[in-house]
């Protein structure tokens, strides 16, 4: 009978060591996707502050733009063919002050696009993906 306790007793016992070192892999498990997650986290609002900068940038360069259209229209009676027809030698007269290369580019290093309308005109990026519509980096900006 001894031998059944003494047997029982062991069984108790590593049924113990089991639980404790499933409560330890568990624990661990947590922490690491927890540590992960945040990780994550920490990149998609970097992702998102980096979004926001270079739109923020992009719709700066779109409100200069407009206005450098507008005085290019005044001056000359009609609107200039792309945005490229902006830069070059009388690019001062558009702008009052030197116009710089990275104007004319969106974040993604293409040429903002000009539209005319029936109403005036419209300056624009498509964004990231470079086609209508999207979100996020893909989101176009447009001045009207």
């Known amino acids: 009978m001894s031998g059944s306790v003494r047997t029982l007793e062991q069984s ?18 947590s922490v690491v996707s927890a540590t992960l997650l945040f990780r994550e986290f920490e990149l998609d609002s970097r992702e998102q502050s980096a979004i926001e900068q270079a739109q923020y940038e992009d719709e ?60 005036g005109f419209r300056v624009f990026s498509l964004g990231r993906d470079d086609a209508v519509g999207g979100e996020g980096l893909d989101r176009d900006l447009t001045s009207r």
């Open 12 to 29: 108790s016992q590593r049924k113990f060591v089991l639980f404790i070192v499933v409560t330890l892999v568990l624990l661990v498990a």
């Open 60 to 119: 700066k360069k779109i409100a200069r733009l407009l206005k450098a259209v507008d005085a290019y229209r005044t001056k000359r009676g009609e609107l200039p063919a792309s945005i490229d027809a902006l830069r070059g030698a009388d690019a001062n007269e558009w702008f009052g002050i030197e116009a710089y290369d990275g104007l004319f580019v969106d974040s993604w290093g293409r040429t903002f696009r000009l539209e005319p309308r029936d109403s």
